[in-house]
């Protein structure tokens, strides 16, 4: 049988712990009949499950008559992109021929006598969108892991447009904490502030537990203490699952190697992307048992003008929850250089 763990950041398992409440939050509001929402964005720390949310969303959405969906790479030309997989739509390039919009400036198709070619990306997909309108479609565009580049600025700013016209156009994203805050931050888009922002919080632990329980056929206080390993943590939960099957159910011998995989491919790259006082706050939160913000920053030397800001960003980040001990990070030995 094969093993129903996946290692591949991103990659939809064949045994997931779901978010249905999340879920059926984004999909209800995104079908409902009277749209006042059409953008989400998912954020959480890696490996939070981000992408394999999206992903759900987007083939709930798929399934549905009324719905296109298509996928846009945010490190490229996304408006130009947007274009190309819109004709290249079985249901869009009907809605295109038939409605004689002339794309040939773009590449697509050939010139349509007596039809000006539309020449400007942004014309053309208001032109698309108004046809799918009217047609009673609507269309979910999806981006992984969004940055603060260029494409992503005009494409953010030709979205704004698009809700503007009513337009059926809906956008769900996925990213970093502070990727999305940079590009929130950029002038012109702070409409994105508004954007309601899914955060990717651990997973329910008795979710956790069920699936191991029912996975390994374990008992349950063994379940307990697998998914009490994990932390919550969607990676981390696929991780220990993974190793644990490799080795016929017997997490125990697993365990070193299961904590040598999330430092080398989680907490590593964590650590690197955390500022040099970044570091040395996060590391007097985990030497501290209590988690008494007092405590913390007597151990530090610090006063509570300088550590404050420190301790927001690290949770705005999301390599740390308010709580000590819901910490992902805890994992991670702070032992290595600063």
Wanted: charged share 25%; proline share 4%.
């Amino acid at each position: 049988m094969q093993n129903p763990f996946t290692l591949t950041f991103g990659k939809s398992p064949l045994e997931p712990v779901e978010r249905p409440v999340q879920t059926n939050e984004i999909v209800d509001a995104f079908t409902a009949e009277s749209v006042n929402q059409q953008m989400f964005i998912i954020t959480g720390v890696r490996g939070s499950g981000k992408t394999v949310m999206m992903t759900e969303i987007a083939r709930r959405l798929r399934e549905k008559e009324n719905w296109v969906v298509i996928e846009l790479n945010p490190s490229t030309d996304l408006l130009q992109a947007m274009l190309a997989k819109l004709n290249s739509n079985k249901v869009c390039a009907a809605i295109i021929k038939s409605a004689k919009i002339d794309l040939s400036f773009f590449g697509f198709g050939v010139a349509i006598e007596g039809v000006p070619a539309i020449t400007d990306a942004e014309t053309a997909i208001i032109t698309i969108l108004e046809k799918m309108k009217k047609s009673g479609k609507r269309l979910l565009v999806t981006i992984d892991e969004v940055t603060n580049n260029d494409f992503m600025k005009v494409f953010a700013g030709s979205f704004q447009i698009f809700v503007r016209q009513d337009l059926p156009v809906f956008l769900l994203a996925t990213g970093l904490y502070e990727n999305i805050d940079e590009l929130q931050n950029e002038k012109n888009l702070t409409f994105l502030y508004r954007a309601p922002k899914i955060q990717l919080k651990p997973l329910n632990q008795l979710a956790i537990i069920n699936k191991y329980k029912n996975i390994f056929g374990t008992d349950r206080d063994t379940a307990e203490k697998m998914a009490e390993l994990t932390k919550g943590y969607p990676f981390a939960f696929q991780v220990l699952g993974y190793l644990t099957w490799n080795h016929s159910g017997h997490y125990e011998v697993v365990i070193d190697e299961y904590e040598q995989y999330l430092s080398e491919f989680v907490y590593d790259k964590i650590w690197s992307e955390l500022s040099q006082k970044d570091r040395i706050v996060a590391r007097g939160i985990a030497e501290t048992e209590s988690g008494k913000i007092k405590e913390i920053r007597e151990h530090l030397g610090m006063e509570t003008n300088e550590f404050n800001p420190y301790r927001k960003r690290l949770i705005k980040k999301e390599s740390f929850p308010a709580r000590p001990e819901g910490m992902y990070f805890l994992h991670c030995r702070f032992s290595r250089d600063m």
